[in-house]
């Protein structure tokens, strides 16, 4: 592998290995214990020039088959001819971009906006979820059945998942509901954690997506979509991108 390239992503990308749909809709029958992977956040290594960070060079360069994602908000002080610097910038304000240098980047902005969004959010599911009992997550029922297959079958572990009050709230919730006002069901324990947990989750993560390749090319990601596995690479991930350069770009992938 090049000087330029990051190590690969592999394995735990595939859409037919995740626990649940990309919206939360409901555990899958391939499912398996690895972290549900859809975007990827790149910190691009000083010497790689800007012509290469385009959907058609990710593979050459980073190792993965994946396309740009506006993820991220430009400052609003930045100034028109800085705009260059910016990955694929849309139009609109905040002006959306799939990355560049940090100092161009308004993280703080980012943050407090997933925070009120996660508020929101919350309240919409405590609301959806009032006078049901606390659910058992997908990930533990997927550990019970990974544990012991003779105790606990896929199918057995997938109908006690689906069949619980909370997760049939839910989902109900969804089925009626489109666009941003549907719940999310990998959230499920996140959302059980409390608000103020939730509101932090949310925060963290808008900056972190789903895994980090660092500089270097060392890769940040969960051991499994478990809350406790996601807070782990929360804390790791966001203490890698507080201590990175101002200079340094960064580059959100989709999968």
């Known amino acids: 592998m090049g000087k330029n390239r990051t190590k690969p992503v592999t394995g735990q990308t595939a859409s037919s290995n995740q626990s649940s749909t990309s919206d939360g809709t409901a555990p899958t029958r391939s499912a398996q214990l690895v972290p549900t992977i859809n975007t990827m956040i790149v910190c691009v290594p000083e010497e790689l020039p800007a012509e ?9 360069h980073f190792g993965v088959s994946g ?9 609003p002080g930045m100034w028109m001819w800085q705009r260059s610097q910016l990955v694929d910038p849309r139009k ?15 993280l703080a902005g980012m943050r407090h906006a997933a925070a009120v969004g996660a508020g929101v959010r919350y309240q919409v599911w405590s609301r959806v979820v009032q006078g049901t009992r606390p659910a058992t997550p997908w990930p ?17 572990a997938i109908a006690r998942y ?10 109900m919730h969804n089925a009626v509901t489109y666009g941003a006002g549907r719940l999310n069901l990998r959230e ?26 660092a500089a270097d090319g060392n890769r940040l990601s969960p ?10 690479y ?6 890698y991108l507080a201590s990175i350069d101002e200079d340094q770009r960064l580059l959100a992938i989709a999968l």
């Open 162 to 171: 689906n069949n619980q009050p909370r997760v049939i709230a839910m989902r």
């Open 188 to 213: 499920l324990e996140m959302f059980q954690a409390g608000p103020t947990a939730y509101q932090h989750y949310s925060a963290t993560t808008t900056l972190t997506a789903d895994t980090v390749i």
């Open 92 to 106: 609109g304000r905040p002006v959306y971009c799939a990355g560049g240098p940090v100092r161009l980047l308004d």
């Open 223 to 232: 051991a499994s979509d478990a809350f406790a596995h996601r807070v782990t």
């Open 234 to 239: 929360l804390e790791q991930a966001n203490h």
């Open 67 to 75: 396309t740009l994602s506006p993820r991220f908000w430009a400052t």
């Open 140 to 156: 533990q029922l997927l550990q019970r059945h990974l544990a012991d297959p003779a105790e606990l079958s896929l199918d057995d």
């Open 52 to 60: 290469a960070l385009i959907s058609r060079q990710l593979d050459k």
